[in-house]
């Protein structure tokens, strides 16, 4: 009986190994690392997002590394939602035409209503309470 060649043993080794390097990279981009989350979709306690005055009367600002997206639809009105798409848990992108895409898998939502305008998600993002003290956008719990 022959052993197997080195040669075709290493191979199949290296195979294997790069076909395991593929599926951790698709489990980080579709997972918990990458552009998804880590933890809650919004805020568990009261965000200071500081003054107001980059939101536009009519436009909104996404506040990406607090994971959320506010509004101003009418001049001293504020909301507030989650930045965490409702499909995969990927943190929208992109902000433009009163819409924030979702850049996994292409969701786009309306940021002054949360509102899926084109799936895959089927749920809105949900509302975040957002407030004004002291010259400050507060957002989240108590706000």
Known sequence: MTS???CSSRRTVLRGAALAGAAGLGAVACGGG????RGPAT???PVDLGEPSGIPVGGAKLYREQRL???QPAKGEYKAFSA??????CVV????????????HGSKFDVHTG????GPAGAPLPAVPVKT?????IAGPDA
Do not use: I, N, R, Y
Not at 34 to 37: D, I, N
Not at 95 to 104: F, M
Not at 133 to 137: D, N, P, Q, V
């Open 133 to 137: 003290s002291g010259g400050k956008l």
């Open 34 to 37: 990458g552009t998804g989350t």
């Open 43 to 45: 805020p568990t306690a």
């Open 4 to 6: 197997p060649s080195p």
């Open 69 to 71: 997206v506010v509004s």
């Open 93 to 104: 992108d992109k902000l433009e035409d009163g819409k924030v895409s979702c850049p996994c």
């Open 115 to 118: 509102k899926v305008l084109q």
């Open 84 to 89: 965490v798409c409702t499909h995969a848990g």
